[in-house]
């Protein structure tokens, strides 16, 4: 077991180029079922998810294998495996399988997801979406039972804007019988490539990226090849890294429309960003501005970016004010910012940031992907050493992380932990 140690104060200089969108990842493997013949995606993040995804996707018989920066997934040998224990487990995102293989098999037995703990995350709008279009839906033992006579095409209205409803709704009815429609659908870049992948393999879908979405079922699915969009979170993490410890820092392979909300909270913030067609060029601001920030549906200000852009705001002049309304208790990073001298404090669902302060080095803890990422931020400002462990949260979503910081002048480095280490990680 490994943990990040980073030296703070190092300004970061150079390019950074970023990989391929990891929440289109974990729903572009799983859509791969669904094809009769050999889907191939380019430009994968080289993430444990995908790698978890990929030995999925072999243990119910497909043949899966990387040439370059191609993953080749053979789906034709593919049976109904059921999955109600094991890797399933280790990521959310496994419930794709349950769409994809409804789709294909008419049938699935899918453990419940885990993933990070971001507080409740029910899937009912995924079940209300199975059941709509024909399948009997029972949860038995911790693991979900999905079996169709016959899928037809449905009206299904979300309850809830959720991303991955929405993509699961969408691998389920691409072979439903008739025309589905999904309203209130969610819009993130990532369904639309998503959608991009299954109209490659032969699919209607039109409205993808709105919130109306239309699906005319067809017979078969064939195999194609599907280049992956760049992953905007990542992109944001390494510009609110730029913001916060940067001299000059582009950050290559962005799609910028994509970062909108979280670009205008940066410029208000008093940071200059130069926007090219796939670039971006962060230089900081002399003097940070605090603002506030509220996380909404997409195309709102990202939940999955307001972790590292809380560890910005501790560097900011002002109090700036954090509320998540998607997951109302994705505050886990605060008590480890505060180790590191922040000061914030909780109320409700809103995180209140004072600044400026000066962290300081400490040994953290990332409870969940975005905490690491937010501690991370947090390290390169920091005076002194910090250490931080709970990486394989980190490593399920950033490809090289330790790798791109230092090529941009950080100093971070990973170590092995020693056992009296891990054991007082595992106790606490
Ligand atoms: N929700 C329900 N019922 C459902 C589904 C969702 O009440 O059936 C609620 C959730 O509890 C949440 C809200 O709806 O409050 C939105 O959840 P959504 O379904 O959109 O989230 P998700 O699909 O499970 C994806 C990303 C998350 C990201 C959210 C929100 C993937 C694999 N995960 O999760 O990414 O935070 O959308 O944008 O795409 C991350 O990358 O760190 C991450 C957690």
Same mark, same amino acid.
């Given at each position: 077991m490994q943990k990040i140690l980073v030296e703070g104060g190092y300004p970061l200089n150079g390019k950074v180029r970023v990989s391929g969108a990891k929440n289109s990842a974990v729903a572009l493997l799983p859509a791969?079922?669904?094809?009769d013949s050999k889907v191939m995606i380019e *430009?994968?993040?080289?993430?444990s998810d995908v790698d978890t995804l990929s030995d999925l996707l072999e243990e119910i018989g497909g043949t899966v294998s990387w040439k370059g920066q191609t993953l080749h997934i053979d789906?034709?040998?593919?049976?109904?495996?059921?999955?109600?224990? *094991?890797?399933?487990?280790?990521?959310?995102?496994?419930?794709y399988f349950m769409g994809a293989m409804l789709g294909r098999f008419k049938q699935a037995v899918i453990g419940l997801p885990g993933g990070c703990h971001l507080g409740p995350r029910p899937i009912d709008q995924h079940i209300k979406g199975f059941e709509a279009l024909g399948a009997k839906v029972t949860n038995e033992q911790g693991a979900i039972y999905l079996r169709a006579d016959e899928l037809r095409g449905a009206r299904i209205y979300l309850d809830v804007v959720s991303v991955g409803a929405t993509i699961n709704i969408m691998l389920a009815a691409v072979k439903a019988k008739g025309k589905t429609i999904i309203e209130n659908a969610a819009r993130e870049p990532e369904i639309i490539d998503v959608a991009t992948l299954l109209t490659s393999m032969g699919a209607k879908i039109k409205g993808a990226g709105t919130d109306v979405i239309r699906i005319e079922g067809v017979d078969t699915l064939t195999g194609c090849m599907h280049t992956i969009i760049p992953d905007r979170i990542e992109a944001g993490t390494y510009t609110i890294l730029a913001a916060a410890q940067g001299e000059k820092v582009l950050i290559d392979n962005v799609i910028p429309q994509h970062l909108e909300p979280l670009l205008a909270k940066l410029r208000e913030m008093g940071v200059s960003i130069e926007e090219g067609d796939e670039q971006l060029l962060i230089q900081p601001a002399k003097r940070l501005k605090s603002v506030d920030i509220k996380t909404l549906v997409h195309? *709102?200000?990202p939940t999955d970016l307001q972790q590292p852009f809380t560890s910005l705001l501790t560097r900011a002049h002002g109090t700036g004010i954090v509320t998540d309304?998607?997951?109302?208790?994705?505050?886990?990073?605060i008590d480890e910012l505060r180790r590191m001298n922040a000061q914030i404090k909780v109320e409700g669902g809103s995180a209140i940031v004072s600044g400026p302060v000066q962290l300081e080095g400490a040994k953290v803890k990332a409870s969940d992907l975005r905490a690491g990422a937010a501690l991370i931020v947090a390290g390169l400002m920091a005076d002194g050493v910090t250490e931080i462990t709970g990486l394989e949260h980190i490593d399920r979503g950033y490809e090289q992380i330790t790798e791109k910081l230092s090529n941009l002048g950080a100093k971070i480095w990973r170590e092995e932990m020693s056992e009296e280490e891990i054991e007082q990680f595992q106790n606490s």
């Amino acid at each position: 077991m490994q943990k990040i140690l980073v030296e703070g104060g190092y300004p970061l200089n150079g390019k950074v180029r970023v990989s391929g969108a990891k929440n289109s990842a974990v729903a572009l493997l799983p859509a791969a079922i669904l094809a009769d013949s050999k889907v191939m995606i380019e *430009g994968l993040p080289q993430i444990s998810d995908v790698d978890t995804l990929s030995d999925l996707l072999e243990e119910i018989g497909g043949t899966v294998s990387w040439k370059g920066q191609t993953l080749h997934i053979d789906p034709s040998q593919m049976t109904s495996m059921p999955l109600p224990n *094991g890797k399933v487990k280790k990521l959310r995102a496994s419930y794709y399988f349950m769409g994809a293989m409804l789709g294909r098999f008419k049938q699935a037995v899918i453990g419940l997801p885990g993933g990070c703990h971001l507080g409740p995350r029910p899937i009912d709008q995924h079940i209300k979406g199975f059941e709509a279009l024909g399948a009997k839906v029972t949860n038995e033992q911790g693991a979900i039972y999905l079996r169709a006579d016959e899928l037809r095409g449905a009206r299904i209205y979300l309850d809830v804007v959720s991303v991955g409803a929405t993509i699961n709704i969408m691998l389920a009815a691409v072979k439903a019988k008739g025309k589905t429609i999904i309203e209130n659908a969610a819009r993130e870049p990532e369904i639309i490539d998503v959608a991009t992948l299954l109209t490659s393999m032969g699919a209607k879908i039109k409205g993808a990226g709105t919130d109306v979405i239309r699906i005319e079922g067809v017979d078969t699915l064939t195999g194609c090849m599907h280049t992956i969009i760049p992953d905007r979170i990542e992109a944001g993490t390494y510009t609110i890294l730029a913001a916060a410890q940067g001299e000059k820092v582009l950050i290559d392979n962005v799609i910028p429309q994509h970062l909108e909300p979280l670009l205008a909270k940066l410029r208000e913030m008093g940071v200059s960003i130069e926007e090219g067609d796939e670039q971006l060029l962060i230089q900081p601001a002399k003097r940070l501005k605090s603002v506030d920030i509220k996380t909404l549906v997409h195309p *709102g200000f990202p939940t999955d970016l307001q972790q590292p852009f809380t560890s910005l705001l501790t560097r900011a002049h002002g109090t700036g004010i954090v509320t998540d309304t998607i997951y109302q208790a994705r505050f886990k990073h605060i008590d480890e910012l505060r180790r590191m001298n922040a000061q914030i404090k909780v109320e409700g669902g809103s995180a209140i940031v004072s600044g400026p302060v000066q962290l300081e080095g400490a040994k953290v803890k990332a409870s969940d992907l975005r905490a690491g990422a937010a501690l991370i931020v947090a390290g390169l400002m920091a005076d002194g050493v910090t250490e931080i462990t709970g990486l394989e949260h980190i490593d399920r979503g950033y490809e090289q992380i330790t790798e791109k910081l230092s090529n941009l002048g950080a100093k971070i480095w990973r170590e092995e932990m020693s056992e009296e280490e891990i054991e007082q990680f595992q106790n606490s």
